[in-house]
């Protein structure tokens, strides 16, 4: 979220910022087989919805460590929670040089929408259009599976249009983080 804010002049909308990670995930799950930030992603009406970023954007419900860092990073811009401001530079060091190159692509890419525009861009991606029926028949929210990131839907996307062989083996890589992650759960 700092991340974004800091790109964005100091102050960024929240469900901007909600966005722009989930697309900065998405691509670096396409490409090197894992999330950034590993939320866990619900399909909702305005597109996807990482739960531990919204909590954090909203300084809200979360473990008194993650709130603590939270704070000294971001504050609400407004009394309603609708946008943030960044409070301190970017710390680095918890990123990864691909999860670095994932977000300064995402932001090239997408920074000059709004939040409502990247919400309408995001229903075009496979694992929110599946949910699409079910949120117009009422559902607030259906859980995401981070398989259904890997369907190549994506056809002209310079952003997200890997090849089948890098695409292929970025999911492998991801189920066998999956499979270690099982074991030592």
């Not at 697309?23 to 090197?32: C, G, I, N, S």
């Not at 996807?48 to 860092?69: C, H, I, N, Q, W």
């Not at 009394?79 to 300064?104: I, Y």
């Not at 995402?106 to 699409?132: C, G, I, M, N, R």
């Amino acid at each position: 979220m700092n991340f974004f804010a800091q790109k964005k002049d100091g102050k960024i909308n929240k469900m901007k910022a909600i966005k722009l990670i989930y697309l900065a995930d998405r691509l670096h799950l396409r490409k090197y087989g894992r999330p950034i930030v590993g939320d866990i992603y619900w399909a909702m009406k305005l597109g996807p919805v990482g739960s531990r970023a919204k909590r954090v954007a909203e300084l809200d419900t979360m473990p008194d460590d993650v709130f603590s860092y939270a704070k000294k990073y971001i504050k609400p811009s407004d009394n309603k929670k609708q946008s943030f401001t960044a409070l301190k530079p970017v710390d680095t060091d918890l990123f990864s040089k691909t999860d670095l190159e994932c977000l300064e692509s995402v932001y090239k890419t997408f920074s000059d929408k709004d939040q409502f525009e990247l919400a309408e861009l995001s229903h075009q991606y496979p694992e929110w259009a599946k949910h699409a029926r079910a949120l117009k028949s009422g559902k607030k929210r259906v859980p995401m599976d981070y398989q259904d990131f890997f369907s190549d839907a994506e056809k002209g996307d310079p952003l997200f249009a890997q090849n089948k062989t890098d695409l292929n083996l970025a999911r492998e890589s991801f189920d066998e983080l999956q499979e270690v992650s099982a074991f030592f759960a």
